[in-house]
């Protein structure tokens, strides 16, 4: 494989991810560990990626304040927003997880709706601090740098004495047989107890990430609520999801 080739196949994988793994690239992409850390290192000195210890972030992963202008498949994600949003009621108390799509989700909360929000995400919470009538409340812990969310023993604790109406998680990996995956384990942990914490969770999710899968396991797809995706409710790639009776928006 030619290195614009190599690269490219890098760009898009830190893309739909968000976070990456040297090792990950170096198996993906059959070279060796110190071929995709160069790779790495010349798309981060071209501004197209950030390097990171051990690994990769896409540029709309950034920093709490960074705009969506860099966010991978964004009409994508705005469109799962859009459906989730159609969850939310006056005075719900939810839950809303990290990341790139839940992060669209609290762009569109509409100003007039009164929600309780908790979150474990600084740039979520600095998000719905600009909504005039949602009560945020941070979970505090240990902050990983690159998913700038709280993690630990501490989070799981706090995570264990409230219970959400909906808890609206993402994921790095997805499938119907192996359920939800990530390659942090303490990212692992805080998610399970968010789908301990929550009557009903749901997961935003773009297509991309259907059928894939990492080393540390969340939870099987049973126990998930509710699926969003871009798709059609009814369209085909969702039949696996469908036979295990999750509700498809």
């Not at 993402?170 to 390659?183: C, I, K, R, S």
Request: hydrophobic share 40%; glycine share 6%.
């Amino acid at each position: 494989m030619l290195k614009e080739e190599r690269q490219n196949a890098i760009l898009n994988e830190v893309a739909l991810h968000n976070r990456v793994l040297l090792t990950d690239l170096a198996e993906m992409l059959d070279v060796s560990i110190d071929t995709a850390r160069r790779d790495v290192k010349e798309l981060d000195a071209e501004n197209k990626l950030r390097k990171v210890h051990g690994g990769a972030i896409s540029l709309g992963f950034t920093g709490p304040t960074a705009s969506n202008n860099n966010t991978y498949a964004l009409e994508e994600k705005i469109s799962i927003a859009k459906k989730a949003l159609s969850l939310l009621k006056e005075g719900s108390v939810v839950f809303i997880d990290g990341g790139t799509t839940c992060l669209e989700l609290a762009r569109l909360i509409p100003e007039s709706l009164q929600l309780t929000c908790f979150t474990l995400s600084l740039p979520v919470a600095l998000q719905l601090l600009t909504k005039p009538n949602v009560e945020v409340i941070l979970i505090g812990g240990r902050i990983a740098r690159e998913a700038q969310i709280a993690t630990g023993s501490s989070a799981v604790h706090a995570l264990s004495e409230i219970r959400v109406d909906y808890g609206f998680i993402g994921t790095g990996y997805v499938d119907a047989l192996h359920g939800l995956t990530e390659f942090d384990w303490d990212i692992v942990q805080v998610k399970k107890a968010v789908i301990q914490a929550s009557k009903k969770a749901v997961l935003l999710c773009i297509s991309e990430k259907l059928n894939s899968q990492h080393r540390y396991k969340t939870c099987n797809i049973s126990a998930i609520n509710t699926m969003i995706t871009e798709l059609d409710p009814n369209n085909n790639l969702l039949n696996p999801f469908r036979e295990h009776e999750i509700h498809l928006l």
